[in-house]
């Protein structure tokens, strides 16, 4: 185990999530599942109480923990794009999967986990300050998925 893991709580299902995201994302995995020694509160013995993994590189536990708790927009993966067909991969993966949209680039997946599809693009003009970022902020306001063809305009003026 890494020194600094991700913890995400699920109500019971984990091990689903976890293999989808393996599926979805580069350098993603899934490893360990380890099951309940015992009964605890939210699982019964012997199921799936967690399961390691990895989202683009980034170690995480998913733990098992029943409804006691939900996930907000407080906590997000953001996952940097080259491209709009890159950008369309992620967002359709996690919308088409019964997750839900959002505004500026934000959507959640089915489990109720916020991710920003964020093209490259979009934050190098907000790193170039001034007008173009001004620029690029004010067309992002109006999407939800990022449209990279309209950021790149809004840059150029």
């Known amino acids: 185990m890494k020194k600094n893991t991700l913890c995400l709580w699920y109500d019971d299902d984990a091990e689903e999530a976890a293999h989808f995201y393996a599926r979805t994302f580069p350098d993603s995995a899934v490893g360990a599942v380890h099951r309940a020694p015992s009964d605890f509160p939210g699982g019964k013995a012997d199921t799936v109480l967690t399961v390691e993994f990895t989202v683009c590189g980034i170690p995480c536990i998913g733990l098992n923990g029943g409804k006691a708790f939900k996930h907000s927009e407080a906590f997000s993966f953001q996952i940097a794009t080259d491209n709009q067909e890159e950008t369309d991969r992620y967002w359709n993966a996690i919308v088409g999967n019964g997750g839900t949209e959002s505004a500026c680039g934000w959507c959640k997946d089915k489990w109720g986990l916020s991710w920003q599809i964020t093209p490259r693009v979009l ?22 998925k990022i449209d990279v063809a309209k950021i790149e305009a809004a840059v150029r003026g």
């Open 123 to 144: 934050t190098d003009a907000m790193a170039k300050g001034g007008d173009v970022a001004k620029r690029a902020f004010a067309a992002m306001m109006e999407m939800g």
